[in-house]
């Protein structure tokens, strides 16, 4: 079946512009969440959507970043105002249920700021 | 908290070779533990997910062990081949749902 599909692949933008990534979840996995994985450095966690409960943000780095769910499926994280230090790789992921269920990564969408 | 080291950062090893990657955790108290690989440019694959009450799992050529108690897991990759070269990383689930991710051990395999 199809797995998790995040667009776009790769986004260049110049700094002080606002981008949104987008995130396909598995079909029926109730639980998506969001990292970010910036070069030489470990995966982050940002974002957390099981079902209809309030989102965990806490990993969200500042509030340039925000995250929606719409319909308990598609996902898009939005930064605002990005800085060069944005620049990394976004992952998305699901699970059938809320962690600590097994994840399904997406292939991420490198994102640099320039 | 939770801290989880990957050891080595780096292996190089020839074709055919059985290898051993290391994780270790600071928090035993985790539900699960999974090892993804991750290729260049490419999103991170599940390789095996060890769930806290077991103490091994098997996939092919893969073997990944879980010892809670001294805080450890390792991945065995036998009979090594050069499309297995990718970054390895490892990852434990405690109470709450976030994932905490060691730093990854890049293995090259040579022809």
């Known amino acids: 079946g199809a797995g998790v599909s995040q667009s776009p692949s790769n986004k260049v933008t110049e700094k002080g512009k606002d981008v949104e990534l987008r995130c396909d979840p598995i079909?029926?996995?109730?639980?998506l969440y969001w990292y970010r994985q910036s070069l030489g450095q470990g995966l982050e966690f940002l974002i957390y959507?099981?079902?209809?409960?309030?989102?965990?943000k806490s990993g969200l780095p500042s509030d340039r970043f925000s995250a929606e769910r719409t319909g308990g499926s598609v996902s898009t994280l939005t930064i605002q105002r990005t800085q060069q230090e944005d620049s990394a790789v976004y992952l998305c992921?699901?699970?059938?249920?809320?962690?600590?269920?097994?994840?399904?990564f997406g292939p991420g969408t490198r994102l640099t700021v320039t | 908290k939770q801290e989880v080291t990957q050891i080595p950062a780096a292996l190089s090893v020839p074709e055919g070779e059985n290898l051993v990657l290391n994780c270790s955790f600071t928090?035993?108290?985790?539900?699960?533990l999974q090892w993804f690989r991750q290729d260049p440019g490419k999103g991170l694959t599940s390789l095996l997910l060890i769930q806290s009450s077991q103490r091994e799992q098997t996939s092919g050529r893969l073997n990944a062990s879980l010892d809670k108690s001294s805080g450890r897991s390792t991945l065995y990759i036998a009979a090594s081949q050069p499309g297995d070269s990718a970054t390895y990383l490892c990852?434990?689930?405690?109470?709450?749902?976030?994932?905490?991710w060691g730093a990854g051990t890049k293995l090259i395999i040579k022809p």
């Open positions: 959507f099981q079902g209809n409960s309030a989102p965990d």
């Open positions: 990852a434990v689930a405690g109470s709450n749902y976030q994932l905490i």
């Open positions: 992921a699901s699970s059938l249920r809320q962690a600590p269920y097994e994840q399904y």
């Open positions: 079909s029926g996995h109730t639980a």
């Open positions: 928090d035993s108290a985790i539900y699960n």
